[in-house]
Every structure is written in structure tokens, then in C-alpha cells.
């Protein structure tokens, strides 16, 4: 049996990648979704809470991590970034392994990485797609997020790879800058290449 086509799917803020991985979804390609995995095994009852209490005390609660708390604790200081790291890493790989198994007879699956170009690397895809949009869409599209101000936008914008390089380093770019309609065919065109 072939192994699945793994396409890694990322893009800056506003970008509109969590509606290009619904797309994939919907057409009923496998997408793992590590940011969603993270906050599950964060959330209330996640199985990562104990670690993390133990690591850094008050971080958590009922409700799962206390973001806040941790936020404090782990900001601008790099060994206790690490340490979290070593306690989310390793379970996210693990959720993956499982999530592969699961979908093992897939000719096609998606990894939905936001951070891609900036942590996570392209090892182990077969292709980057990446989903863009011009500046102004992306910035009105975020903006209108609450609690989002210019500040906080340009400084998200500043710790990201730039869209132009992005671009550049994928193998395909699906344009979210257009109606839903045309983006949704981008996505089937994408599918139908790469599926044999």
C-alpha cells in the first residue's frame, strides 16, 4: 500500500488557513490540526494539566491552562519556554503518530502548521501549500478580531516569515484574497493534482 501524499498547510495571521483547512475537511481530505490538539490537551480534563502544574505551579485550573498565568511565567525566558516545549511537544507527536494511523489507507493528508516557516520546518512533507491574501484583506480581516489592536497585529506580523517569502518557498499558493467560491475550486484543483 502507498503511503498518504502529506501536504503541509500554513499562512500568516488573517490569512484565512483555518477556512482553506475547512475546505480540505470538506472534501474529505484528513487535516490534523496541531494548534487544535494543543488546546484540547490544555483544556479541561487535557492530559497534559498535571505536567504542566507540576512544571509551573498556578498555571492551571479547572477550566484547563490559566493562558494568562502561563503566558507570565514563560515569557521572555527561554528555559521555562523550553521546558513547556519538552511537556507539548512530545504529546503532539504522539497524537500525530496516532492520527497517521488512523488515516493510513488516505491517498492525501493535510498538516495544518501555522507556524511552519518559522518553527516547525518542512520535514516529512511531500509539498507547502501556503494561503495568502493581499495586505489590506489580511489586515481587515484581523482587525476585526476582538481585542485586536494595530499594535498587537504588527507586532504578531513582525515575529512571522514574510508573506512574499512564503510564497516564495511553497509549491503551491492558495489565493484567499477572492471569493469563497473561487477558493474553494483552488482548494479541488489542488486536490484533484495531487490525488492520483
Known amino acids: 500500500m502507498s503511503k498518504p501524499f502529506i501536504l503541509g498547510l500554513t499562512g500568516g495571521i488573517g490569512m484565512g488557513k483555518s477556512t482553506v483547512a475547512g475546505m480540505f475537511r470538506a472534501a474529505g481530505v484528513p487535516v490534523f490540526d496541531a494548534d487544535a490538539v ?47 516545549e519538552a511537556i507539548i511537544h512530545p504529546a503532539v507527536r504522539e497524537e ?18 501555522p507556524l511552519l516557516y518559522e518553527k516547525t520546518g518542512t520535514a516529512g512533507l511531500d509539498a507547502v501549500a501556503v494561503v495568502s491574501a493581499p495586505p489590506d484583506v489580511q489586515r481587515a480581516r484581523v482587525m476585526a478580531r476582538p481585542g485586536m489592536t494595530a ?42 493534482r495531487i490525488r492520483p
Not at 500525530?96 to 502548521?113: E, P, S, Y
Not at 499594535?151 to 509549491?171: C, N
Open 38 to 84: 494543543v488546546h484540547r490537551l490544555q483544556g479541561p480534563g487535557g492530559r497534559l494539566l498535571p505536567a504542566i502544574e507540576a512544571e509551573f505551579p498556578g498555571s492551571t485550573g479547572p477550566e484547563g491552562v490559566r493562558r494568562a498565568a502561563l503566558g507570565d511565567m514563560v515569557f521572555g525566558d527561554a528555559d521555562a519556554l523550553s521546558r513547556l
Open 96 to 113: 500525530r503518530d496516532t492520527f497517521m494511523g488512523d488515516n493510513a489507507d488516505a491517498t492525501l493528508i493535510v498538516f495544518d502548521i
Open 151 to 192: 499594535e498587537k497585529l504588527d507586532h504578531i506580523v513582525g515575529l512571522q516569515v514574510p508573506d512574499a517569502e512564503k510564497r516564495a518557498r511553497a509549491d503551491h499558493i492558495i489565493d484567499t484574497g477572492t471569493t469563497l467560491e473561487e477558493t474553494r475550486a483552488a482548494v479541488a484543483a489542488l486536490i484533484a
